[in-house]
């Protein structure tokens, strides 16, 4: 009974296309979170969501759009893939932004 | 966000005790200590925080300095599945809007069977 759940677990794409990641939590949070670890290992904020408001956006390009049509739900878009953007992307819920987040497996793309 | 500072690796023998350190010298008044570990090939896992007076879990124990300018994350006595990076992080209370943990570059511990 997974709390945090992405999918896929691996996407493997070529440059220029446009693919999805989606992500459910079903612990009744209300803040949801994307987060990029890179081929260094940092792990890094994206985008954080409050009842399904963006209320975090670090600097990231325009190709990466987040949707949560639900407060279980906030899924990243990304358009236009590109070689840099090949990393491992974990979703993430909290309740109230403070209490301790809960991360999912991750999901690990791949540009070619 | 203030910085927190970790040795890059540590090894430990197992079934002993493990204390990892952390120094967070400009904390704030209202930040509270967050430890989380991401074992390998899996997503970050919660460990434990505190604020102030030490605290203890199922998972572990968190000794925070009396000027709260370090801390140590004890694992009580390690085995092989608690081989992962840790990480200590500093979440503010006071900063609505942007609620999130900023995670620096850990501490790699290796358990010695």
Same mark, same amino acid.
């Given at each position: 009974d997974t709390a945090v759940s992405q999918t896929p677990k691996y996407l493997v794409t070529q440059m220029g296309n446009d693919k999805s990641i989606k992500? %459910?939590? &079903? !612990?009744?949070?209300d803040t949801m979170y994307w987060y990029k670890q890179d081929s260094k290992k940092f792990l890094k904020i994206m985008f954080s969501y409050n009842n399904k408001e963006l209320i975090i956006n670090e600097t990231v390009p325009n190709r990466f759009s987040p949707k949560s049509p639900d407060k279980?739900?906030? &899924? !990243?878009?990304? &358009?236009? !893939? %590109? !070689?840099?953007?090949?990393a491992v992307y974990f979703c993430a819920s909290s309740l109230g932004g403070r209490t301790e987040a809960f991360f999912g497996q991750g999901t690990r793309l791949t540009v070619v | 966000d203030a910085k927190t500072t970790q040795p890059n690796s540590m090894e430990s023998n197992e079934e002993e005790p493990v204390h990892l350190p952390c120094n967070h010298s400009t904390i704030s008044g209202t930040d509270y200590i967050h430890w989380y570990r991401q074992l390998p090939s899996q997503g970050p896992e919660y460990v434990i925080h505190g604020l102030t007076s030490n605290v203890n879990n199922r998972m572990a124990s968190l000794a925070i300095a009396?000027?709260?300018? +370090? +801390? @140590?994350?004890?694992?009580?006595? #390690? @085995?092989?599945?608690? #081989?992962?990076? $840790? $990480?200590?992080?500093l979440r503010p209370t006071l900063n609505f809007g942007n609620e999130k943990l900023t995670f620096g570059t850990g501490t790699r511990l290796t358990i010695i069977p």
């Open positions: 992500c %459910e939590q &079903n !612990l009744g949070h279980a739900h906030l &899924n !990243l878009h990304i &358009n236009s !893939l %590109e !070689l840099g953007d090949s | 009396e000027d709260r300018k +370090s +801390s @140590t994350l004890i694992l009580h006595r #390690a @085995t092989l599945r608690d #081989a992962a990076v $840790y $990480y200590c992080i």
